[in-house]
């Protein structure tokens, strides 16, 4: 079964820094596409990052230059690195991976998600 | 960047009901366009990619089309595990982007 798993969401001061994981089992993240999403609450989605199968990135201008999206495939997990951490970015903060594995034209389509993990920016 | 809208932003309806949501892109996104589903307390859900095929296991009473900046969902037969909110999402450039969202409650 194929399982994403997010973890590290906390509440942090502005200016802050936050570390998020997504365990992901079933599958071989390094093979696909894995995107973060982001919704504040009461908001739709919005997304953040993704990173390629073969390690390129990609960013929301919002926070390019403050979060870094990478992955440890020994460890089949992905990551975000989030600094500079403003209240505008207070979110459930999803893992997700493209829907079908590269070169079926499915690379940016969100299935499956995590079930997120709450990134709270607060003094 | 590409903007999408939604419309309506809710809608009140019964059991059986047909139901139609319209979303628009700002400019031309072709087919990539996909819809979730998104019940409280949960992640979205991959209803339909590529403006009209279906995820695997979704029921046949949900369907889309459209192209180039209009899109619509259709719920030919609203059932109680549908009232949810809905949301669009286009997949034609960067930043990917999703619709304010539609929900859909009971009457």
């Known amino acids: 079964e194929v399982q994403l798993v997010e973890s590290g969401g906390d509440l942090v001061q502005p200016g802050g820094s936050l570390r998020l994981s997504c365990a992901a089992s079933g599958f071989t993240l390094s093979s696909y596409w894995m995107h973060w999403v982001r919704q504040a609450p009461g908001k739709g989605p919005v997304w953040v990052s993704r990173?390629?199968?073969?390690?390129?990135?990609d960013y929301a201008d919002s926070v390019k230059g403050r979060f870094t999206i990478s992955r440890d495939n020994a460890k089949n997990t992905l990551y975000l690195q989030m600094n500079s951490l403003t209240v505008e970015d207070t979110a459930l903060y999803y893992c997700?991976?493209?829907?079908?594995?590269?070169?079926?034209?499915?690379?940016?389509?969100?299935?499956?998600w995590g079930q997120g993990t709450l990134v709270t920016v607060s003094s | 960047d590409i903007q999408m809208t939604q419309s309506p932003s809710s809608v009140s309806a019964s059991v059986g009901d047909r139901v139609t949501i319209t979303c628009r892109a700002s400019h031309i996104i072709h087919n990539w366009l996909a819809w979730y589903q998104q019940k409280p307390g949960k992640a979205p859900k991959l209803l339909i990619y590529?403006?009209?095929i279906l995820q695997t296991g979704v029921p046949s009473r949900f369907s889309g089309s459209g192209s180039g900046t209009d899109f619509t969902l259709t719920i030919s037969s609203l059932q109680p595990e549908d009232f949810a909110t809905y949301y669009c999402?286009?997949?034609?450039?960067?930043?990917?982007?999703f619709g304010p969202g539609t929900k859909i409650d009971i009457k």
């Open positions: 997700v991976r493209a829907k079908g594995l590269p070169g079926q034209a499915a690379d940016n389509w969100f299935d499956p």
């Open positions: 590529t403006t009209s």
């Open positions: 999402q286009q997949a034609n450039s960067l930043p990917l982007s």
């Open positions: 990173i390629s199968n073969v390690g390129s990135t």
